[in-house]
């Protein structure tokens, strides 16, 4: 389908990688994996014909279609949501406007001439291609993949340039979705996403009918999507047949492999150069010493690479809180009319280890600056607690940098006391070394910038530690080593993130934020909550939006949410007849709801049948020329099957909602 042929990428004296091939066929799912600037991102822009190689090219057959997502910098304006997505279907749109064209020729052209009859022919031909593409299902599709990426309906007539840049991001994300191209390049593309959002997309991206291409510091979704892993490392890219987990694996195998082979070639080499030294100066052994030279000179020698650097780094031991930390009384954040939090009460205590999750918008930043004390509540109390010290790192900070200080001036001018020395040696952990801190602020790259100011927050002595999204910008490599500092540091902390596999070993307590209620209380990490979200959701019958739907194996990957609830209640204590009648009381209730949807649904889909078999029938007649020539039965069949498409689009929006109650209380 499509193949990346001997392609080779230089920068200066610096080879990203050379003569790289492999091919890319139907259904794949490959994950781009290695270090920031290793190269992954612009193999990407080549595949997708924004940016040459020095050397090689992309090979692919005529019919491929190559879709990619950059990380940032897509900006819409001058129409609505709605709008900017359906221009996936333009295509689809184009076909309808020259549709309605050819209509009105049709009712202007004398049904005995020739032109007629030629109308006739591409009426025809634009009706069979409109058929292909089943018009009467492209606006339910677009509402539903609009709503599993976070829009309200209230949003599909907003006009795109009052939107955020992430939030720009999950518009052109849905039109790509949606214009399925044959293979699909994503660089990064849950860096806008919440957590619900996340596992829509991961749902969706398994039932793509395309292959993938994805960059991603999501273990869990390289791990639950990819089967092809291309490891970017020292220069060079190895293959491998697997999810990143089974990359991780084998790549430790290979280098065992790569060791034992160079050490029985370092001996071999060893013993042919002490036999050439030996008899070097014997004329009678001259022939055989020329040929053993000649050999060891053809020998390809084997090459041990050294393991690319990494974060090394620990927080300081920071010194004892009082037990309560930080606590909230009646506390409110208002900006205008909008009431992000309110009359919100929660205590943050010593050892709290605190995920914060929630929808975009929904509070999480909000509060994240409210527990740092960088903005004031606008009603209510936030009250320290005895000798806590707070240490913040936003999703801003990397770019609030100064631009023109250098990497080493940034952390002097912290107003910390620390001694350039010892400066140097957290740039170090930080991988900022040797001339690398004499570079400018200016030239770093994302990743490079977010590991900077997380080396400037570490000169804070703090026992209450708030990060916003600190994974944002980081590798899979630096992710695992700020995930093990979190996990032995001491004192407290709150983590806005949505990455699970990141959250979920640090985490002992989630706090929800859902737009308009109050935030709720977890017990347990993020895939706890998510299954207790789950429980609840099915133990009250409810529906649950498109965007909701987790994966199979969400409530899988983590610890059982068993023995860890929710604020609010738990049936732990129940003895095993009790639980058993309640489960069968649930399922009960589950049926009882169950039934008048399927016997909807079933009405539905006789209706559909009905509707579609009338709009076939019509789709013969119309494309007939002898029927046209009939004058008012043909006017009367061309505006039924107007109304029998806008009936068809109806009943294809009932049906995804109806089939997404089902589901949702099949699932439970």
Partial sequence: ???????????????????LSFTIRPKERWSLAGPNGAGKSTLMKIIAGIERADTGGIIKAKQ??????????????????????????DDVLQLQKELGEVEADLEKADPTSEAYGDLLEVYGDLQLRLEHHDVSKMKPRIATVLGGLGFAKKDFDRQTGEFSGGWQMRIAMAKLLLREPSVLLLDEPTNHLDIESVQWVEQWLRQYGGAIVLISHDRSMLDNLTNRTLAFENGGVQQYSGNYTFYLTERVARREQTERAFKNQAREIEKAEKLINRFRAKASKAKMVQSRIKQLDKVERIELEQDAAAMDFRFPPPERSGQTVLKLEKVSRHYGANKVIN??????????????????????????RLIARIEDPTAGTVTEG?????????????????PKKTVLETLESSGSRVPTVQLRGILGAFLFRGDDVFKSVGVLSGGERGRLALARM????????????????????????????????????????????FLDPIVTKVLEFIPGERPKTYYGNVSDYLEKKRADLDAAGKAAPSRTRLPDDTAKSGKSGSSKAATGGTNSGANRKEQRRLEAKAREARAAKLKPLKTEFTALEAEIAALE????????????PAFFAQGDPAA?????????????????????????????LENA
């Avoid at 990346?4 to 990688?17: E, K, M, P, T």
């Avoid at 910008?473 to 993130?497: C, K, M, N, P």
């Avoid at 061309?638 to 109650?661: C, D, I, N, Q």
């Fill in 1 to 19: 389908m499509l193949a990346v042929d001997r392609v080779s990428v230089q920068y200066g004296a610096r080879n990203l990688f050379r003569d």
């Fill in 64 to 89: 491929t279609t190559v879709g990619y997502l950059p990380q940032e910098g897509v900006h819409h304006t001058g129409t609505t949501v709605f709008g900017e997505v359906e221009k996936a279907f």
């Fill in 343 to 368: 009359d919100f009460d929660f205590t943050i205590e010593r050892g709290d280890k605190i995920a914060i999750v929630g929808v975009n918008g929904a509070g999480k930043s909000t509060f994240s």
């Fill in 386 to 402: 005895h000798k806590v010290g707070i240490a913040y790192f936003s999703q801003t900070h990397a770019d609030e940098l100064d």
């Fill in 458 to 501: 570490l000169l804070q002595p703090a026992n209450f530690l708030i990060l916003d999204e600190p994974t944002n910008h980081l590798d899979l490599q630096s992710q695992e080593v700020l995930q093990r500092a979190l996990g032995e540091y001491t004192g407290a902390f709150a983590i806005v993130s949505h990455n699970r596999s």
């Fill in 613 to 624: 078999t009338e709009k076939g029938e019509l789709t013969a007649k119309l494309a007939d």
């Fill in 636 to 664: 009367v069949a061309m505006k039924r099957f107007a109304e029998l498409e806008t009936l068809l689009e109806t009943r294809y929006t009932k049906w995804e909602e109806l089939s997404g109650k089902i589901e949702a």
